[in-house]
């Protein structure tokens, strides 16, 4: 901008080269974006540091972003109030006879937890608790099971109602209902590749089958899960027909896990329901501090117009639609390696979607590519927040599982390819369902 001391590529260089020292010598990420804008806030003549807490309170002052602490809440109600032991029972009918039997179960529970909570971090940590012990004491190898407790984690924030569909839609203007309709596709491909990778591990290293369920045990199973099974519908359905929106839809989802789990179930009382907010508390803490630094980050990148001068190379580069969604993904990919999930919406997002317009990407399409890219993002070092949290839990380092990590996430890659080639893969649904949202 004129006027300024500092050109784009200069306010570049400080900005990423501060970010990127910062996070060498460990300091956290939320911290690392925050004091990245103060060298240019004390630099630049027209500008203070006053605008880096105006900006972080800006992101803050967001009525999208209330789902965000309400849905983590869900989680941890969920995993307190007897919801997931009741998961638990119908995922093992389901896939209890597959081989790999505790593997295949875990990776169906993902599912349906996607499908309630939208968060990887609640999902990872819940399950890990339950399954990394239990599967090394039949036979497991700790890293296998530390690695598909990982990955499957990753889920909750491909199927809805997922947490990061929600900041997507508030900050790029996507509709939410048809991002929710078109993460499922997408989502079950996911789970699929992960439960054929868990066969071949099983097969290959004589992993334990469990007998097959018969049709008794798994009719009361499905019974005794139908109540908790009905939260993604409630919360889906209500947002398509317009009863409620994705926010509304959060407390929603709160008030009937309260329900469920103090009244229908009655495994919670009020030591654990404020245990529950504890954890929220915590984890929402985290999530949100870092939503506003990173915006205020973001925020001076566009002050500098730096994502123009970053893509006006790229727009010379003639790419069409499937090139410039191989790119999209390749640096959420990079990107999610180094950032969590939010800020890199908020940072790249932005950046990217220009790029997304002018090749005529879909908006929901772009995206469902984005998102998934960085839901990989949670398990690939050295961020990997999923497979940290997992790793934490075993109690070992993070490279102990990354080979298996690696080996997983291959299939995975290949479904998201997929979503980039063939966009009927997530747009198959939306325009079923929801056409009219997707013009």
């Known amino acids: 901008m004129s006027g300024n001391v500092l050109s784009a590529g200069q306010a570049a260089m400080v900005l990423f080269g501060v970010f990127v020292g910062l996070l060498i010598v460990r300091v956290p990420v939320a911290f690392a974006l925050g004091l990245a804008c103060v060298p240019i806030l004390l630099i630049e003549p027209h500008l203070s540091l006053m605008m880096l807490a105006q900006e972080t309170f800006n992101a803050y002052n967001s009525f999208i972003l209330l789902a965000v602490p309400f849905f983590l809440l869900t989680a941890n109600l969920m995993s ?30 993902s599912v349906f937890f996607a499908g309630i909570s939208g968060s990887s971090t609640a999902d990872a940590a819940s399950q890990s608790k339950i ?32 947490i990061l569909m929600i900041v997507w839609g508030g900050l790029i203007s996507t509709s939410i209902a048809a991002m929710y309709l078109a993460g499922i596709v997408p989502g079950l491909l996911i789970a699929g590749a992960q439960m054929a990778t868990v ?18 045990e798994m009719r009361c199973a499905i019974w005794k899960s139908i109540p908790a099974l009905m939260t993604p519908f409630i919360i889906v359905g209500g947002i398509l027909l317009g009863w409620f929106t994705a926010t509304e839809s959060a407390c929603v989802a709160v008030l009937y896990s309260v329900v469920l789990s103090a009244f229908f179930y009655r495994e919670t009382g009020l030591r654990e329901l404020y245990k529950a907010l504890l954890d929220t508390g915590r984890l929402a803490g985290v999530a949100l501090f870092c939503v506003g630094t990173a915006s205020a980050f973001g925020w001076l990148l566009a002050y500098y117009k730096i994502p123009q001068e970053l893509l006006a190379n790229v727009s010379t580069w003639g790419m069409g639609a499937i090139a410039a969604g191989f790119f999209i993904s390749f640096c959420f990919l990079v990107v999610g390696c180094f950032l969590d999930a939010i800020p890199a919406i908020i940072i790249v997002g932005t950046v990217l979607e220009p790029l997304a317009k002018s090749v005529d990407l879909h908006p929901v399409q772009f995206a469902i590519i984005s998102i998934v890219s960085l839901a990989f993002g ?39 390819a997929a979503v980039i080639v063939w966009p009927s893969v997530s747009l198959f649904l939306p325009r079923l369902i929801v056409p009219e949202m997707l013009k």
């Open 80 to 109: 307190i109030g007897g919801i997931t032991d009741r998961l638990v029972a119908l995922s093992r009918s389901m896939v209890g006879h597959w081989p790999g039997s505790l593997a295949q179960i875990n990776v169906v529970l």
């Open 131 to 162: 399954f990394i012990d239990a599967q090394t004491k039949e036979g497991y190898d700790l890293s296998f099971s530390i690695a598909i407790t990982a990955v499957s984690a990753v889920l909750a924030v491909v199927i809805p109602p997922s």
């Open 199 to 216: 066969h071949i591990y099983a097969v290959r290293r004589g992993y334990p089958t469990y007998p097959k369920a018969t049709w008794v």
């Open 378 to 416: 949670l398990v690939t070092p050295p961020y990997g927040l999923c497979l940290m949290i997992a790793c934490s839990i075993a109690g070992v380092r993070l490279r102990y599982a990354l080979k298996d990590t690696v080996i997983m996430l291959i299939p995975m890659l290949l479904v998201l």
